[in-house]
Structure formats: C-alpha cells, structure tokens
C-alpha cells in the first residue's frame, strides 16, 4: 500500500543535542511537507519542497532544517537552536505543491525534552 | 487580522442523526477550501475539496458546502456513526498566499450509539 511513514512515532530529546524525524513516501508525489501540532493551535507548516532538491522556509521554520536529497524522503532536523521543541510533528505530501492539492499524512512523531 | 475558526466546543450527536460542522473565515479569499479527519495520536486524512465557484460537493455520507458570501464552509455528515467520532479540520487556500494551506483548529466530533 502506498503511504507515508514517519520514524520514530516517540522522540525525546536531551538539552543541546540534535534529532532528525525521518519520513519517507511511497506514493510517487514531488511536493513535500512538514508541520508542527501544538494544543489549541492549528497545523503550522515548518518547511516544504515542491521538488526534490529544492526546499523552502515555512512560517516557523527557526531552529529546524530539512534536506531534500531523494524525491520519497524529506527527514526534518529539530536543532538545539529550537528552544520550545515539544510537539508533535507531522509531514505530508502532495503530488504537486498548492493549496489545491489534497495532502497525504504521516502518523506523527511526538517530540519530548529530557 | 485574518482568521479562520472552526467550533472550539465538541460537538455531540446520537447515532443516526447528521452532524454539522462549522468553518468560518475571516480577511481571506479562499480559492479553495479542504475538509480532513484527524484521530487521536494519528494525522489527518483527507475527506474533501470544495472550490470557490461551488456551492457544495458530496462524497458518501459527506456534504460540504462554501459560501463565500457568508465567509462559511459547512460540513455535514449524514446517518453519522459511533466510527465517525474524530476531529474534523478545515483549511484554505488564500488566494495569492504562496499556495499554502491555512489551517483551523478543527472540531471534535462524538457520535453516541
């Protein structure tokens, strides 16, 4: 079945050190998406690429950073710089990039501090 | 400022009857508006996709409408089941925003057997 996978679905995080979420797609789409999920907050989108090898800033895209090396996989780097990481993350894809597009979701990771 | 905003209390239907969900925009000109399901601890599935010159869309039990008069999208699902119970999120697409989808909040749903 095609998909998208998230890993892994529980991360925790010690004080100054970096994770990478990974996420990977099976589903042939060239847009691709990462958000972030607080309570009492809508989705809010971190990073995106429309292409592979081709990545852009999202709304709150500081202390975060994507590559984008290979069409089915977009991994998202929570860095030490992000001093509020606790969340849960979502990535999505789209088959072309616009809000015309109906996206396809992962199952999440959620992110814990140490 | 711009807003979008979906019902921030739970809804609760019995079994059978339709439920009706509410997004109302504020300060966007949506071209296109979608609705998705999210379960607890899951992400969001996508249901529909209505475009701003439609009044409404149906697929199965589900009917949404846009009316861009009234700034309001309206989700509605008909002889609604216990299966049914999730949150329901809407999004818009902006017109001239980049393409990003603009997300609510969404609205838990319960359906009672």
């Known amino acids: 079945d095609g998909g998208i996978t998230q890993s892994p679905k529980y991360l925790f995080r010690k004080e100054g050190q970096n994770v990478t979420l990974s996420c990977e797609q099976n589903?042939?789409?060239?847009?691709m998406y990462w958000y972030r999920q607080d309570p009492g907050q809508g989705l809010r989108l971190i990073y995106y690429?429309?292409?592979?090898?081709?990545?852009q800033k999202g709304d709150i895209a500081e202390g975060y950073s994507v590559s984008r090396e290979k069409k089915e996989s977009f991994p998202l780097t929570v860095t030490s710089a992000q001093k509020n990481p606790t969340a849960f993350y979502l990535c999505a894809s789209s088959i072309g990039y616009g809000g015309n597009q109906p996206q396809h979701f992962g199952d999440g990771t959620r992110l814990s501090i140490l | 400022s711009q807003k979008i905003e979906q019902n921030s209390e739970a809804l609760n239907i019995q079994e059978g009857k339709t439920a009706t969900l509410t997004c109302n925009y504020t300060?966007?000109?949506?071209?296109?508006l979608q609705w998705y399901r999210q379960d607890p601890g899951r992400g969001p599935v996508f249901l529909l996709l209505i475009r701003e010159n439609e009044k409404e869309k149906r697929k199965e039990r589900l009917k949404v409408t846009f009316d861009t008069t009234l700034k309001q999208s309206l989700f509605h699902i008909t002889a609604s089941q216990p299966a049914d119970s999730a949150t329901y999120l809407c999004a818009l697409l902006n017109a001239g925003n980049n393409r990003k989808l603009i997300w609510g909040l969404g609205t838990s749903l319960a359906v009672n057997p």
């Open positions: 300060n966007y000109s949506p071209a296109y």
């Open positions: 690429s429309q292409i592979v090898n081709d990545f």
């Open positions: 589903l042939n789409h060239d847009a």
